[in-house]
């Protein structure tokens, strides 16, 4: 009977420790199991907003919509009926309510202004053609994204510290701004 | 994606996607060792997802004194060696050289070579085999093997030198045969 040599084994164990093999379990076997365990919570997105208090909630919408149509202002001559519309129904101007359902309500009005105002300025701004805006914009909206990891982050250190939600927010509104004048198409509300 | 420092304070704050990753990029190398030192599939999926929570729960004490996926490495090692405890595989340390058990069906999708291994490495003794592969296999010193398995670092040599005697006769095939000329279902290891 013959035999592997020393060295001829050792070459078959060496191919063997680099052999990429699949992992025993799938990903949802493992993450049922943390989830038992309560190992896994929700999502951060989810679970910021669900344990914001209402009101911090609508301060975050707030300065969303305020944060968006200021940067859309400031980067793009803003047309006179949109800016008459936005300014009139910044719930900024606004900040007494008498409820929370008040507060919603003006809230909804105000979403509903910013995607109106998100639509127009898609359609009618032409100012976004130049390939200088173009690429300052593509930088910025690459800038902020990179803010925007760090502030979720720190959202998770101190998911209810306002300063660290300010900074989340307009960072927020400012990259839904940027990708309004990168995207000639209307902006949704992406993290509602 | 690296899993890098922010990856871990998520997943030790419960967030799945970071925990996904950091699964994603350590399951192959560490179910791998599990599924070396078990000689059963089902018996090492299971061992595997209590690696994993082990993991998961002990996230909060890593300390970043080593690589993640050392310290990953050695729990898997831990547990996978104490699971195979209580069920009593690995009371006897001794290498039964005469133990030929029979061959289980082989998967189709699996390489000749690393198949011809894994059915080699059955039929070492539950301790030799536990000896080969970390001392082999994972880099394990001797000393740090008679550590994880309560035995001598004379012990662990005398093990390895068995096992890797009984590995050499058993994958002698390797150097004459053709993997072309292996039929499906053809036991891969030569008799002893």
Request: charged share 25%; hydrophobic share 40%.
């Amino acid at each position: 009977m013959s035999h592997l040599s020393e060295e001829q084994l050792d070459r078959i164990i060496a191919e063997e420790r680099l052999r990429e093999q699949a992992p025993l379990n799938d990903w949802r076997t493992i993450a049922a199991r943390a989830r038992e365990e309560g190992l896994i919570r929700e999502s951060q997105s989810s679970r910021w907003w669900a344990s914001s208090q209402p009101w911090l909630r609508s301060a975050a919408a707030v300065l969303l919509l305020v944060g968006g149509i200021a940067i859309g202002r400031a980067t793009i001559a803003l047309p006179s009926a949109v800016q008459s519309t936005a300014s009139k129904s910044t719930p900024a101007a606004n900040a007494n309510f008498a409820s929370v359902d008040d507060a919603s309500a003006a809230l909804n009005r105000a979403v509903d202004d910013y995607q109106r105002a998100s639509e127009f300025l898609a359609v009618n701004n032409a100012s976004t053609g130049s390939r200088d805006s173009l690429t300052m914009y593509t930088k910025r909206a690459a800038a902020l994204d990179k803010i925007e990891n760090a502030t979720v982050s720190a959202l998770q250190t101190a998911p209810h510290d306002p300063v660290i939600n300010q900074y989340y927010l307009a960072t927020m509104g400012a990259r839904v701004a940027t990708q309004q004048q990168l995207v000639a198409r209307p902006v949704g509300l992406r993290g509602f | 994606m690296p899993f890098d420092q922010l990856d871990l304070k998520r997943a030790i704050d419960g967030d799945e996607r970071a925990m996904q990753r950091l699964w994603s990029q350590h399951a192959p190398h560490i179910d791998a060792v599990v599924r070396r030192l078990c000689d059963d599939a089902e018996l090492a999926a299971d061992i595997s997802q209590e690696v994993w929570m082990q993991i998961f729960r002990a996230l909060p004490s890593y300390r970043g004194d080593s690589q993640f996926g050392t310290w990953a490495h050695r729990i898997a090692v831990n547990r996978t060696l104490n699971a195979l405890r209580k069920i009593r595989r690995i009371a006897k340390l001794e290498v039964d050289i005469e133990d030929d058990s029979a061959m289980t069906e082989t998967d189709t999708d699996r390489t000749f070579v690393a198949e011809s291994i894994q059915q080699a490495m059955s039929k070492l003794s539950p301790g030799a085999r536990a000896v080969f592969v970390l001392h082999d296999i994972e880099g394990y010193t001797h000393g740090e093997i008679g550590e994880e398995l309560g035995i001598t670092s004379g012990g662990s040599k005398s093990q390895l030198f068995k096992a890797r005697a009984k590995l050499r006769k058993l994958l002698a095939h390797l150097v004459d045969e053709s993997p072309t000329v292996v039929v499906k279902g053809k036991a891969h290891v030569a008799p002893v």
